[in-house]
């Protein structure tokens, strides 16, 4: 049950927006398509939804033609545009059985979907009172109610406070597991945190289609950390594993580590011996982000 998107071009007047676009996405897995605003992500996103008709290329989804059997497919694709635009003066329960309606389904797993999305409390809540991230619950359980096999997110992180984002995030993988996710941003961390496989695309084109995982091997980590006083980039140095410190802002220093090892646990060791305190503490990937800002530079 595989999807083949084959040489997808499409132009807006004198505007290039998709060159020559061509991959593979099987069930069951996450794929994050990675880039900056203008790539184009959105604009595929609509062809794969089957809302734009003007496009060359071709597109096959589950033995089907996307151009000649446009309805039978769309019957299979959740889609979460990138604003999510809802009623808000709806309540979250009648919002849903109305989406259902329009999709004149017998018997919506509405209740179903309250629970999976986390909305039981707030089903007799008017949407305009809900908070961005259970808006986006909210969008998100409307984009499943005809339990479709392909989802399409656009940026469904984006605007997120990093509670909201631990639980969308959370909410996508859960989906992931039986179904095939296609979710857009052009934030890196996200791909590194949900996906299986990144699509990175720039102006049109798709730079780099790869495993997570193969990404991730042998790479060397960068761990930012803010303590609430100054110390001697030497003392950090002295951990074992780092390679290289430095003090990027007052308190704040990038930390790079050699090798996989999660070195977050001698970070706080460290802070403890010392008398500090951490303000924040992040990890990444300094080769992916070498490899984005290259990509797309
Ligand atoms: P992204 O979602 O990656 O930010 P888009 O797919 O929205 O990018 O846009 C890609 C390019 O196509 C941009 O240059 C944008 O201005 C152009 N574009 C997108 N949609 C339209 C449209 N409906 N009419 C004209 N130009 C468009
Ligand atoms: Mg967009």
Sequence with gaps: MSLFIENISKSFGAVQALKDISFTLKKGEVVGLL????AGKSTLMKILTGFYREWDGKGTFFDKDLKKE?????KEIGYLTENNPLYP????KEYLLYVSGLYRL?????EELLKQTGLLEYQNKKIEILSKGYKQRVGLAAALIHNPKFIILDEPTTGLDPNQLVEIRKLIRELGKDKTVLLSTHILQEIDALCDRVLIINKGRIV????L???RKDQNQIIEVSFD???ETEALNRIVGVSKVKNTHDFDYEIHVTGKQDLRPAIFDFAHDNGLKILKLQ??????EQLFTSLTA
């Design 229 to 231: 006083f100054r110390i």
């Design 70 to 74: 446009r309805l039978e497919i769309q």
């Design 89 to 92: 003066e709806m309540y979250v």
């Design 208 to 211: 780099l289609d790869e495993n």
């Design 35 to 38: 880039g900056p605003n203008g």
């Design 106 to 110: 017998q018997n919506p797993p509405v």
């Design 283 to 288: 990890l990444k990937n300094e080769s992916l």
């Design 213 to 215: 995982e193969i990404l």
